[in-house]
Nanobody
Framework: QVLLVESGGGLVQAGSSLRLSCAASGPTFSGYSMGWFRQAPGKEREFVATISWLSGRTTYTDSVKGRFTISRDGAKTTSYLQMNTLKPEDTAVYYC?????????????????WGQGTQVTVSS
C-alpha cells in the first residue's frame, strides 16, 4: 500500500511563494510518476503538474506555466511543487497523486494513489 502525505500549504498574499511537498511511503513505491492536482470550491479537480518517473519530463497546465515548478528528490519518493507569483485564483486544495501508468499523466483517472490534500489560500 502506498501512502502520500502532502505538506506546505497555507495562507499567503498574492505575489508570494509556497512550496508543497508530497512524501510517498510504502514497501513497493517504485516506478511511480507523480502529479499535482487542485480543487477550488465549487469546481472540479483540475490537473496542475506532473513529473514522469522514468524520464523526469514535466508537464504543466497553461495557467501555471512559468510560475510553478514540479520536481522530485533523488530517491523519487518525494515530489515538490514550487509555486511562485501566486494569484487568488490559485486558491484551492492541492492534492498529490501517484501512478504507474506512463501515459496521459494529466488525467486524474489514471492515478492510483492520492494524498489527503493541503489547503492553499491566496489573498488579494
Amino acid at each position: 500500500q502506498v501512502l502520500l502525505v502532502e505538506s506546505g500549504g497555507g495562507l499567503v498574499q498574492a505575489g508570494s511563494s509556497l512550496r508543497l511537498s508530497c512524501a510517498a511511503s510504502g514497501p513497493t513505491f517504485s516506478g511511480y510518476s507523480m502529479g499535482w492536482f487542485r480543487q477550488a470550491p465549487g469546481k472540479e479537480r483540475e490537473f496542475v503538474a506532473t513529473i514522469s518517473w522514468l524520464s523526469g519530463r514535466t508537464t504543466y497546465t497553461d495557467s501555471v506555466k512559468g510560475r510553478f515548478t514540479i520536481s522530485r528528490d533523488g530517491a523519487k519518493t518525494t515530489s515538490y511543487l514550487q509555486m511562485n507569483t501566486l494569484k487568488p485564483e490559485d486558491t484551492a486544495v492541492y492534492y498529490c497523486a501517484a501512478t504507474r501508468n506512463p501515459f496521459q499523466l494529466e488525467n486524474a483517472e489514471n492515478y492510483d494513489y492520492w494524498g489527503q490534500g493541503t489547503q492553499v489560500t491566496v489573498s488579494s
